[in-house]
C-alpha cells in the first residue's frame, strides 16, 4: 500500500502483475522500463539461485528497495546491475520511518556508516526527516545502545500515520500508549543511530509454513509474541509439528486450531 501511495503522490507509472513470476522478474522489469523496484525477503536467494541470464542486466533500474539486505550487497549489485540498494523498516500503521542505503562490507566507514554488513545483520536504517522511533523497554523507557527494545513511533506532522484501529478500542489503548505507537517488533540501535531487525512479534511463529508451539509464550507490552525470546528459551525443530497437533500460538497463548469442515 505505502510504495502505490508513492508512485500516485509522485505521479509515476506503477507496473503491476496478476502473480508473482522471479523466473521472468528481470524481463518483465526490462520490458516494461521499471526504475524501481521493492525485493522482499525470500525473493533474494531466489533470484541469485537462479541461472544467468542477459535480462538481468539489459534493465534501466536505477534502486531496489531490499528488505532485508543481501548478506552480500557487493554480489549482488553486480551480478543484476542495480546501482543503488535501500532498505527500510516499516508496518502498515506506520508507514517507513527507518530508511538507508545498503552498503557493501568494504565501503569505507565514512562512505558507509552502519552499513549493516559483518555484525550489522538484519540492518534496516535510520530515521527519515519528520519521524521519531525510540526502542523501549516493558516500561517504555528507553534501552541502552546495543540492547533489544521494542519500536515505538511517532510522526512529527499529523496524519502521516494511522491513528487508530477501526472500532477497536481495546487495541488502540494498547498500541497508542504515551503518545507513542507501539509496534510490537524488536530492534536494537548502534551508537551511529543505525537500527537493526531482530525480530517481528507477530501472533503466530512460522518456520517453513508450520507454527511453533509453546505452552507460555513471552509477550511484548503491546501483546505480541516475542520470538526472539523463544529461541533464547531453546525452542527448535522438536517444537514445530503444529500440523500434527492443530496448534497456534497467539496473543492469547496456545491454541487448538478449529477442525476443517
Known amino acids: ?111 558507509a556508516p552502519g552499513n549493516g554488513t559483518g555484525n550489522g545483520t538484519g540492518f534496516c536504517g535510520r530515521p527519515r526527516p519528520g519521524w521519531e522511533l525510540r526502542l523501549v523497554d516493558g516500561n517504555d523507557q528507553e534501552v541502552p545502545v546495543g540492547a533489544v527494545g521494542e519500536a515505538v513511533v511517532r510522526g512529527s506532522r499529523p496524519f502521516v500515520m494511522c491513528s487508530g484501529y477501526f472500532a477497536d478500542p481495546e487495541a488502540n489503548a494498547v498500541a497508542w500508549r504515551h503518545g507513542w505507537f507501539h509496534t510490537g517488533d524488536l530492534l536494537r540501535r548502534d551508537a551511529g543511530g543505525n537500527h537493526y531487525f531482530v525480530d517481528r512479534s507477530g501472533d503466530s511463529i512460522r518456520r517453513r509454513g508450520d507454527l511453533e508451539l509453546v505452552d507460555e509464550p513471552p509477550k511484548s507490552p503491546s501483546a505480541k509474541v516475542q520470538k526472539y525470546r523463544l529461541r533464547e528459551r531453546g525452542n527448535g525443530p522438536a517444537t514445530w509439528d503444529s500440523a500434527v497437533h492443530g496448534l497456534r500460538v497467539t496473543r492469547r497463548g496456545l491454541e487448538r486450531r478449529p477442525a476443517a469442515p
Not at 74 to 98: D, M, N, Q, W
Request: charged share 20%; hydrophobic share 45%.
Open 1 to 111: 500500500i505505502c510504495y502505490t501511495h508513492a508512485c500516485l503522490i509522485a505521479g509515476t507509472r506503477m507496473y503491476v502483475r496478476s502473480r508473482p513470476a522471479l523466473d521472468s522478474y528481470w524481463e518483465v522489469l526490462r520490458d516494461n522500463a521499471v526504475t524501481c523496484g521493492v525485493i522482499m525477503s525470500s525473493m533474494v536467494p531466489v533470484l541469485l539461485g537462479q541461472p544467468e541470464r542477459p535480462a538481468e542486466t539489459e534493465h534501466r533500474m536505477r534502486f531496489a528497495i531490499v528488505i532485508p539486505p543481501p548478506a552480500d550487497i557487493a554480489r549482488f549489485t553486480t551480478r543484476f546491475a542495480v546501482p543503488t540498494l535501500l532498505t527500510a523498516y516499516g508496518c502498515t500503521e506506520t508507514s517507513a520511518p527507518l530508511l538507508a542505503e545498503a552498503l557493501p562490507a568494504e565501503a569505507p566507514p565514512a562512505e
